[in-house]
Nanobody, 122 residues
Framework: VQLQASGGGLVQDGDSLRLSCAAS????????MAWFRQAPGKERAFVAS????????SYADSVKGRFTISRDNAKNTLYLQMSSLKPDDTAVYYC????????????????WGQGTQVTVSS
């Protein structure tokens, strides 16, 4: 599966933004998906993940209650709705896919999108 993330941009503290990850290739509905982010000088960090069916999700504590991960298997698309954005959310956001469960470890994912920059100004 090939992934392409989009929707990043420059926003202000408290704003909202929705990221999308378009997947190409068969069996998108078989892949569990996740969002990770990487800030300058930091390791790639887990943001959220979702089961292949969309029936289960998981979030990092830092985004719980502010971000929502969802997917539309009919459109082969993964989403990340981000609200109440903070400067600490500034990072390159990556979508990732794997068959099976939806862990929070980046090394567990086999397929990655190219990343989209999110910058939150104070």
């Amino acid at each position: 599966v090939q992934l392409q993330a989009s929707g990043g941009g420059l926003v202000q503290d408290g704003d909202s933004l929705r990221l999308s990850c378009a997947a190409s290739g068969p069996r998108f509905g078989s892949y569990s998906m996740a969002w990770f982010r990487q800030a300058p000088g930091k390791e790639r960090a887990f943001v959220a993940s979702i089961r292949w069916s969309g029936s289960s999700t998981s979030y990092a504590d830092s985004v719980k209650g502010r971000f929502t991960i969802s997917r539309d298997n009919a459109k082969n698309t993964l989403y990340l709705q981000m609200s109440s954005l903070k400067p600490d959310d500034t990072a390159v956001y990556y979508c990732a896919a794997r068959l099976g469960d939806w862990p929070s470890t980046p090394t567990a994912y086999n397929y990655w999108g190219q990343g989209t920059q999110v910058t939150v100004s104070s």
